[in-house]
């Protein structure tokens, strides 16, 4: 995927869902994968032609692995001229000496979370941006309707009103397919995952599902991706649909 397809892609979710407001402050959570970095660039991108003027910042919540290095991150924000947040965490010696959790995930997410939401107050942003893509949403939708039994993804826009915070997801409309070649075209300085549990998830099992499903059905991805749409789900804003100009 070339740059041009991905702000193509991010422009419409911005559109649909009035995403941006002219003079917002947006914090990109950086997880340091490819999705992040692809959604980094994406708002990079747009923020150059969006009329509605913003500002970016880049937050990193470290969980205290000592195998990860972010200066490759660091180097990249700095050419974008965007500002760098590293916020250090004993999440990781929390989760797998002190409390030793089997099943580390929901904790894990809630704590990082946490961290995130409050070094985006700290820094007078009052959005943050999360990278999940088309088959994110998809895949927790399979998760909620096996484990909750209900039809359920989360949202292409959230406000949290603890925090008052808003949360995004601009890259809602892409492919994990295409974040992987956009990664691979532009060579992205992708940080590897030190979590010991990585891969071994619940939602690795959807992913597999999902991936399995469209090899037998194709197209059936897309399909599921339009029910979400359409599904009138809880807490979803009103969708205005995209007209290219």
């Known amino acids: ?15 649909e869902y009035k995403m941006i407001q002219e003079g917002d402050h947006i914090a990109v959570g950086i ?13 990079h991108g747009l923020k ?18 000592e195998q990860c290095d972010f200066t490759p991150i660091k180097e990249l924000c700095r050419e974008m001229e965007i500002p760098y947040h590293i916020v250090k965490t004993d999440i990781a010696q929390i989760l ?3 409390r030793k959790e089997k099943n580390p995930c929901s904790l894990c997410a809630k704590m ?11 820094i007078g942003c009052n959005k943050i941006a999360y990278a999940h893509h088309k088959d994110d949403i998809i895949e927790t939708m399979i998760l909620s309707l096996f484990f909750e039994g209900r039809f359920y993804s989360f949202s292409p826009k959230t406000y949290l009103d603890r925090m008052d915070l808003t949360v995004i997801r601009p890259i809602m409309f892409v492919d994990e397919a295409d974040v992987i070649g956009f990664k691979n075209k532009y060579n992205l300085p992708v940080v590897k ?8 998830t619940k939602r ?41 100009k």
């Open 112 to 122: 990082r979370k946490g961290a995130l939401n409050q070094a985006v107050k700290e």
């Open 1 to 15: 995927m070339k740059l041009q397809q991905l702000l193509s892609h991010t422009r419409k979710a911005v559109d």
């Open 96 to 98: 797998f000496e002190e």
């Open 48 to 65: 150059r032609f969006y009329p509605n003027h913003f500002e970016l910042s880049a937050i990193t919540v470290d969980l205290g692995y």
């Open 193 to 200: 995952s030190a979590c010991p549990v990585d891969g071994y």
């Open 31 to 43: 997880s340091g994968g490819k999705d992040s970095l692809t959604l980094l660039y994406a708002l």
């Open 204 to 244: 690795q099992y959807a992913k597999d599902l999902l991936a399995d499903l469209n090899r037998q059905y194709p197209g059936i991805k897309q399909r599921m991706f339009t029910a979400i749409l359409n599904g009138n789900i809880p807490g979803w804003p009103e969708r205005i649909p995209y007209i290219r």
